[in-house]
Structure formats: C-alpha cells, structure tokens
C-alpha cells in the first residue's frame, strides 16, 4: 500500500482521484501537482453580477448509465444531501424527444429536408428503421445501410455524433474507442438500437443514492449546478481541505525519475517531491513530456494521442425568443465544417439565465477537427472574426438578428482528446508496459477511455480502487 501519492493535474480527473484516495479508510497522504493557478481544467465557469452563468467547458451531466450514478454518489457524498438539493439543477426531457439521439435524429432530418434532392422518409418507424441498420465495423467503417436514404441519415447521424461529442470527424475516429457501449451492443446483437435495449445495465451492481432516485423519478436528462459546473471543483476542494490533502497550484510537474528505493522524484519549478506511487490526470502529451528518457516505449504510445482546439463563444440576448425547443442542434460537416453547432443554454438550466430581465443564453462550438481549415491557427486566431462567425451561425440558424447583449469568447486549445484508428492498441501497449516495467504509474484522464466529465470519474474512482481496494 502506498504512503504517499502524487496526482498529477487538477481537472476534474486528478481531483475525483484525490477525492476517491482521501476517503479510503486506507488512505495515504495526497499530494495534487496543478500547473494553472486555477482548480477544475476544462470546467469552467464565467458567473456575472446578476446571477447569469456561462459555461465554457462542459455544461451537463448526464445521470444515466453507471456511471452518471457513480458522479451522482460522488456528488452527494461531497455537498452532503442538503447542499445537494440546494445546489442541483437539472433538466427533465423534453416533450417531443425522449433521448438527445433522437433529438440529433429530428434536426438532422431537418437537415436534409432543407438540401430537397434527398427523398426523406417521414414517418418515425421509417426514421428508426434507418438508425438501426446501423452497423459497424471491427474498428471504423460506419455502417452498412440497407437503402440509400438510411445510408445518407446514418451517415449524418454519426457525423454529428463525433462533432457533437469529440468535436472530430468521423473518418479519422474509431467507434471502439469513442463509443464502446455501441460497439459492444452491436458486436453482441448486430444493431445498435437493439443491442442497446438488450444490453441496458445488465448484471451491473445497482448503486443507489437519495440523489439517484431523484434522477429517476423525475426524469432528468442532465444536471448541473447553481453557480456553473465549476461549483463542482470548488466542492470537491473544500472536501480535500478537510481530508488533509495537499493542494498545490502553479505547480508544473516538469520531470519524473525513479528514485534507487523504486519510488518517483517528481521534478518541479522549485524543488522536487518524492511520492510512492503517482496518479497521472494530465493530457497524454503532457505526461510524455514528463517522463524520463528510458520510458520512450511509453512516451510515443501517449504522443500518439492528440487533441483538437474548440472555439466557445457564449452569447446572452435580451428580449428574443428561441425559434425552437431544445438543448441545441448539431451541424453535420458537410453543411459547415467549422460549426460544431450551438447549445440552447436557457432552455436546459433556465436557473442559470440571472436576474437581469429575459435573456436567452446560448453557445456556439467552433473548429474541433476542422479548426485550421476553417479558421485558423488556433493560437493566433482573431476572437473578433469568432465572434461574427457565431453570431452568423445565430442568425442563420435560429433567426436571432439583434446584437447579443454580452459575448464571451474563449479559444480552448487542445481541449478534446482524439480517440482515433487504432487507439485502443496504443491503450493497450501503454498499459502492458506499466505491468512489464512494474512501475508505480496510473493513467487516468480523458486522453484514455472517455472524454465525459462522468468517464473521468469513474477512471479516477477504477485507479484508486485498484491502488487502495475499495474506497
Ligand atoms: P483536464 O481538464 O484537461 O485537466 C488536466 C489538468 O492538468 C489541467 O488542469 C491542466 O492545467 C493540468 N496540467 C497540464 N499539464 C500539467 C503539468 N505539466 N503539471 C501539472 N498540471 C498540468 N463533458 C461532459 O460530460 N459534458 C459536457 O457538456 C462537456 N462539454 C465540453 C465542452 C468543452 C468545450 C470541452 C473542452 C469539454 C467538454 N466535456 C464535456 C468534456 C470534459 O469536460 C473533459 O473531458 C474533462 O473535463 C477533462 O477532465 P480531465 O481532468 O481529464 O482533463
């Protein structure tokens, strides 16, 4: 059992990972390494003075499936019940789409119907039967549809879905690594629809929480919280406080070497820390660029894990309605390949819309795969021409032509992870290695297994049962 452990990086996965080590009754002494002066990553959230939040991370959890139950017990085990209630805020399903996918389904058929040269079919069983001859390949080619119209919905369905998730194009992602719940169910039933009802939480052990048959009776697709996603790692801070883990902030991890006792010299601006075993929550590339010279074979399997840069640009407008009901709308790449789409922000957490009078809040994603192409280099580009390219999106899109009433944009830059061809080998090759080399390593984070802030969780939640047994 390990005295001292180092988590490295201060995002949601590094601080679920300190959260998981300090409530073991084994735990040891936690020490997180972050490099920003600032706790969470990419959650992050702009609060106004009336009361109006802005997201330009993610701004949803979803409850369903194991692990949205696991953030839901994480969640009520940091706030406690009361500070739960008072702080959750979550959106029930809208009355005319029962899952996002087939809300994705109804704009995207909005989407052709606006092209007229595809003959679309109409009817709803006509619309499912096109998404589940859905079939996939051992680790890419989409589907094979039986007819021509499914073929071009399927196809643009699953475009979406990468924009929509991954911000990446579907030709260079795998469906393995990026969506391993279809994968499986098609691998066990030959359709995804199917094998995903089939496949639904069976033989799962059952968790259960106030919290998590709130979620259920009441229906919540998604929940956040009162002030902004962020209110999560500012808990969850407050929590390590108490625990007596060690928070350093502006803390760059800059090299790691093994120390004659076996254990890991983690190098930093000033100093050095010594820790027994170390929790890595950083981005892959940053990780390679810490380890020593020995442990190339590791360093090139995470090189090969890159990410794309997204443009957030939230927008707030007084006095205007939304055109149509929704949390938002995908744009397939062959529409506009640099709009992702635009989140419909009031509709999911109206609570979050302030006090100054009615608003609409709204976010329009840029670039992801398509970045460069279409806008630039990330590093340089001009928040001005951002800022007009999504108010033409607005404009466009939902008919909004007043002058949004506040505009922030942010350049997030290498933000999500790219799970593409082949990146469940450099997974695996990663992980053999750590066991060969019996090193005192564990890689968790979105780089690997899961980009949501619920995947992230329940990484970090797998890394500390493994190190300590259960937490
Ligand atoms: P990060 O947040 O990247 O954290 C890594 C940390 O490591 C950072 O704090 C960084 O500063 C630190 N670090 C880097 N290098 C060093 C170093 N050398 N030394 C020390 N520290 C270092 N998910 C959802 O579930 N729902 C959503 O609605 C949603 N929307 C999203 C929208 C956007 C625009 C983005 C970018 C992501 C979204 N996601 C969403 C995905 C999810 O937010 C992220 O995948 C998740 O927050 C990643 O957390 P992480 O801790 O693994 O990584």
């Given at each position: ?46 609060r106004t003075e009336d009361g109006a939040v ?296 109206p609570e979050q819309d302030g006090s100054g009078g009615p608003a ?112």
């Amino acid at each position: 059992m390990p005295r001292t452990v180092a988590v490295l990086g201060g995002g949601v996965s590094g601080l679920s990972a300190c959260f998981y080590l300090s409530r073991s009754p084994q735990a040891p002494k936690v020490i997180l390494l972050e490099s920003s002066s600032r706790l969470g990553g990419w959650i992050s959230s702009t609060r106004t003075e009336d009361g109006a939040v802005f997201e330009h991370g993610p701004r949803g959890v979803r409850p369903a499936g194991n692990v949205g139950k696991n953030t839901l017990l994480m969640v009520f085990a940091t706030f406690g019940l009361l500070l739960a209630e008072v702080f959750l805020i979550q959106s029930i399903p809208l009355p005319q789409s029962k899952t996002s996918q087939q809300m994705a389904i109804q704009s995207l058929h909005k989407n052709l119907q606006g092209r007229r040269s595809i003959p679309l079919p109409q009817s709803n069983p006509t619309r499912q039967m096109a998404i589940q001859s859905l079939i996939m390949n051992d680790d890419n080619s989409w589907f094979v549809p039986h007819w021509r119209e499914s073929e071009e919905l399927a196809d643009i369905v699953i475009d979406s879905l990468c924009r929509g998730v991954f911000a990446g194009d579907c030709r260079a992602l795998s469906v393995r690594s990026c969506f391993p719940a279809l994968f499986q169910a098609e691998r066990a039933h030959r359709s995804v629809i199917l094998g995903m009802t089939l496949a639904g939480g069976k033989g799962a052990p059952a968790l259960d929480s106030p919290l998590i048959r709130r979620a259920k009776e009441e229906r919540w697709s998604q929940w956040s919280l009162r002030g902004g996603m962020q209110t999560l790692p500012e808990a969850l801070e407050a929590f390590l406080k108490q625990r007596g883990a060690e928070i350093h902030r502006d803390t760059p991890v800059k090299r790691m070497e093994r120390t004659a006792s076996g254990s890991w010299r983690i190098m930093l601006d000033d100093g050095s820390i010594e820790a027994d075993h170390v929790i890595s929550a950083l981005p892959a590339k940053a990780l390679a660029a810490s380890l020593p010279a020995w442990a190339e074979p590791l360093s090139r399997e995470l090189l090969n894990i890159r990410a794309v840069s997204v443009a957030v640009v939230n927008l707030a407008y007084g006095n205007v309605g939304l055109p149509v009901m929704g949390f938002g709308h995908l744009v397939p790449s062959f529409e506009d390949n640099a709009l992702l789409g635009i989140v419909y922000d009031s509709v999911a957490f109206p609570e979050q819309d302030g006090s100054g009078g009615p608003a609409i809040r709204l976010t329009v994603m840029l670039g992801g795969a398509w970045f460069k192409l279409g806008l630039g280099d990330p590093d340089t580009v001009s928040h001005a021409m951002l800022l007009s390219c999504a108010k033409a999106a607005v404009k466009k899109h939902l008919g909004i032509h007043a002058e949004p009433s506040r505009a922030i944009v942010k350049v997030q830059k290498a933000c999500i992870p790219q799970y593409e061809i082949g990146h469940w080998k450099h997974i695996e090759n990663a992980a053999t290695y750590l066991v060969q080399q019996k090193l005192p390593l564990s890689l968790i984070g979105a780089s690997y297994e899961g980009v949501s802030v619920n995947d992230c969780i329940s990484g970090a939640r797998a890394a500390a049962v493994k190190l300590l047994g259960q937490t």
